[in-house]
Nanobody, 132 residues
Framework: DVQLQASGGGLVQAGGSLRLSCAASGFSVGDYAIGWFRRAPGKEREGLAC?????????YENSAAKGRFTISTDNNSNTTYLQIDSLSPEDSAVYYCAADTSDYYSRPGARCRAIGASYDFWGRGTLVTVSS
């Protein structure tokens, strides 16, 4: 039974940092793509970053994420993390993690993309609120 649980959100002041966690069960996070997404009030969901540890693929989809967001995976704890630095009020959103368990990721050199439609398992989100 595949499950994902995002945590680590909260209220933080602008300029601060947060590390979001995505704990997985029912599969090994290192074998597939794990993506992070967010949805801000009144806005569409956007892809932020993804990682496929088996192939070493990491991609940051959002221009705002490049340089401030860092995605990583710990196979031992079966957890994927999203470190967010220099937070601004524009980062306030519900953050979700998701898994793409396609057989594609068994191929050498497989590359992930943080495109929501590709992901088949989703966790409940964690709310990040950044105060100015």
């Amino acid at each position: 039974d595949v499950q994902l649980q995002a945590s680590g959100g909260g209220l933080v002041q602008a300029g601060g940092s947060l590390r979001l966690s995505c704990a997985a069960s029912g599969f090994s996070v290192g074998d597939y793509a794990i993506g992070w997404f967010r949805r801000a009030p009144g806005k569409e969901r956007e892809g932020l970053a993804c990682i496929t540890k088996r192939t070493g693929s990491i991609r940051y989809e959002n221009s705002a994420a490049k340089g401030r967001f860092t995605i990583s995976t710990d196979n031992n704890s079966n957890t994927t993390y999203l470190q967010i630095d220099s937070l601004s009020p524009e980062d306030s959103a519900v953050y979700y993690c998701a898994a793409d368990t396609s057989d594609y990721y068994s191929r050498p050199g497989a590359r992930c993309r943080a495109i929501g439609a590709s992901y088949d398992f989703w966790g409940r989100g964690t709310l990040v609120t950044v105060s100015s």
